[in-house]
């Protein structure tokens, strides 16, 4: 198990019955735990509506910035990234307007 | 090539600009050299050997005037900003996109600031349900006495705000761009200005700014169509602040900025899918979100960069969540190498901006904090007129009126006997409140309901989600269920002007 602190923000909180921050303990396949399987387990055990809102394919739908520990997951490896203990995982949906 | 020829285009601007430093290097220098740099430190101090009047104040170097010091003041002398950054704001210009929640308060900002020219893009005019956020509209109602509460209701909203921000500072340059911004107009707009304010309301006009911004340091701040002022601002070489605000929520950030800042398309190639974007008129805003939060940041970054004073928020997004009390800023990627916007070998330009369908990329039309259109989604009979439902639920005493909006705009108002389904957000079936629950209020639906199929009207805020809730409630047998064309604003203005809208 990995103790992952999910986060969630930008409209994305309202898929996950308007939790912002969930503390969960992540099952690994084996190995490292990756974004990929942190998302995949968010999604089967925490989404609470509409899944084509926070995925598409295998990966997270365009609109949506994923961050590991505060950081663009594009700098860290995307979908392959590492998640350990203590790490925070964030889905950010973009705004438009005002 | 294209490439080439850019590449002789800024060798040649390189020149001009380098000659144009040594001129004024010589200006300051002054004749003959000696005891110019004295002259140019205390600003007033004659050269040795001369004779005649004590030099009267010759403005400095800087440009700025006795006016403009005393306006400025607090900000030129704040050790880190100092009268240069404030000369280079007031030579600077800004384009303002959108006049609403985010450009309304950032103009004033930026007008109070001192930024030498200020453009405001709008094509909307001023809605009573505005004003609790956009505060710059606030002309006097005329005639005097009229309609008091309404204000500025009805005055284009780019002119409103250009008249705003002139009684602020009646010594800047303040346009109006009243047609808004569009694919055909973005580069040429994006160009006249040195910044980029992106304060639009819609995705598709984000994408189109991007494209402008790549080539000028110049702040453009835009609030209509968000992608095509991005590919505007990434064409002409613009930075981009991009603000938005929805709910409690604010995000910010700077685009296409330095040589390795990103542009929306680097973070999203793939545009986000028609109806993934919220909007204030659907999802709501808390009136001071927008201004007091993401606009403020908004301006200090157009500021930040016209200026040259700080390190603007590029390559960083800062989330703000008002609810929690929290601002942080996440770091975000360097520019991609394969953008299609603002790569070395782009394939959106400025000369394809204006052709580019941005409605088609991004799955929507370019509507501001207007209502969406109304839909025909199932069979002409299975709907009736909100007058007809005024004589059904006179006649019918058993009927069922559904009520599909979310709890919030139940809550606002409703007719008397509704019973509310809690169907938002869009999660599939309607699913019925347990009796006695939202739905209450007695009326006609009471528990004297007949037992077999009583008439089911189902009302939503226009008449888009009831079809869908007709359609869906069809699907599990009640083929009885009727929708109501318009819904409760049609209602509104066709049975009951006294019922609120919103």
């Known amino acids: 198990m990995v103790r992952v602190v999910l986060e969630f923000s930008g409209g994305v909180e309202l898929l996950f019955g308007n939790q912002k921050t969930v503390e969960a303990d992540i099952p690994q396949n084996g190995g490292q735990l990756t974004v990929a399987e942190a998302m995949a387990w968010a999604r089967d055990n925490l989404l609470t509506e509409r899944p084509e809102l926070f995925m598409k394919g295998s990966s997270v739908r365009p609109g949506v910035l994923v961050l590991v520990n505060d950081t663009d997951w594009e700098l860290c490896g995307e979908l392959e990234a590492a998640v350990t203990d203590g790490d925070r995982l964030t889905f950010i949906s973009t705004l438009h307007g005002g | 090539m294209s490439g080439e020829k850019e590449l002789g285009q800024l060798r040649e601007q390189n020149a001009r600009l380098q000659a144009e430093v040594e001129r004024l290097k010589a200006a300051v220098a002054g004749p003959g050299q000696q005891g110019a740099q004295a002259a140019a430190a205390n600003g007033a101090a004659a050269p040795d050997g001369a004779a005649g009047s004590f030099p009267a104040w010759d403005g400095l170097r800087h440009g700025l005037s006795k006016d403009q010091i005393a306006r400025y003041s607090r900000q030129i002398v704040l050790h880190s900003f100092g009268v240069q950054a404030q000369a280079r704001l007031c030579r600077g210009s800004v384009l303002i996109v959108g006049a609403g929640g985010l450009g309304s308060p950032a103009a004033l900002y930026l007008a109070a600031a001192g930024v030498g020219r200020i453009g405001v893009v709008d094509k909307d005019s001023v809605e009573l349900s505005n004003i609790h956020r956009q505060i710059i509209h606030r002309r006097a109602p005329h005639p005097p006495g009229g309609l008091l509460a309404l204000g500025p209701v009805g005055v284009h909203k780019a002119v409103s705000a250009a008249e705003a921000c002139r009684a602020l500072n009646s ?57 095509m002022r991005l590919d505007a601002c990434c064409a002409v070489g613009r930075p981009l602040v991009s603000g938005a605000a929805i709910g409690t929520d604010g995000q910010l950030t700077v685009y296409c900025h330095g040589h390795d800042g990103p542009c929306y398309r680097c973070l999203f190639p793939e545009a986000p899918a028609a109806g993934n974007c919220a909007r204030c008129v659907d999802a709501g805003v808390l009136g001071v979100v927008p201004g007091g939060r993401a606009a403020g940041v908004q301006a200090l970054e157009a500021v930040k960069l016209l200026s040259g004073v700080g390190d603007p928020l590029s390559r960083r997004l800062l989330v703000v969540d008002c609810a929690a009390g929290r601002f942080h800023s996440v770091k975000l990627r360097a520019k991609s190498a394969n953008c299609v916007a603002c790569s070395t070998h782009p394939s959106i330009t ?127 047998g009640m083929a009885h269920a009727v929708d109501v064309v318009g819904g409760m604003e049609a209602w509104a203005h066709e049975v009951d002007p006294g019922f609120p809208t919103y």
């Open chain 2, 171 to 227: 010594s800047i340059q303040v346009e109006t761009h009243l047609e808004g911004l569009t694919p055909a107009n973005a580069v040429h707009l994006v160009r006249q200005y040195d910044v980029v304010v992106d304060a639009s309301d819609n995705a598709p006009t984000r994408y189109l700014i991007r494209r402008a911004t790549l080539h000028r340091v110049h702040a453009v701040v835009l609030c209509w169509l968000h992608c």
């Open chain 2, 350 to 476: 400025a000369a394809s901006v204006a052709a580019y369908d941005y409605a088609a990329f991004t799955g929507q039309a370019a509507t501001n904090d207007a209502a969406p259109a109304p839909l025909q989604l199932i069979a002409a009979e299975e709907r009736i007129t909100p007058a007809e439902l005024q004589q059904r639920l006179a006649s019918e005493p058993g009927c069922v009126l559904l009520d599909v909006r979310p709890a919030e705009q139940y809550n606002v108002c409703h007719l008397p006997g509704a019973q509310a389904a809690l169907l938002w957000p869009h999660s599939g079936a309607p699913s019925m409140p347990p009796s006695g629950g939202q739905g209450g209020g007695g009326g006609t639906a009471g528990a004297s309901r007949p037992p077999a199929h009583p008439p089911l009207y189902v009302v939503c805020r226009r008449g888009n989600d009831s079809q869908r809730a007709v359609a869906r409630l069809r699907e599990l």
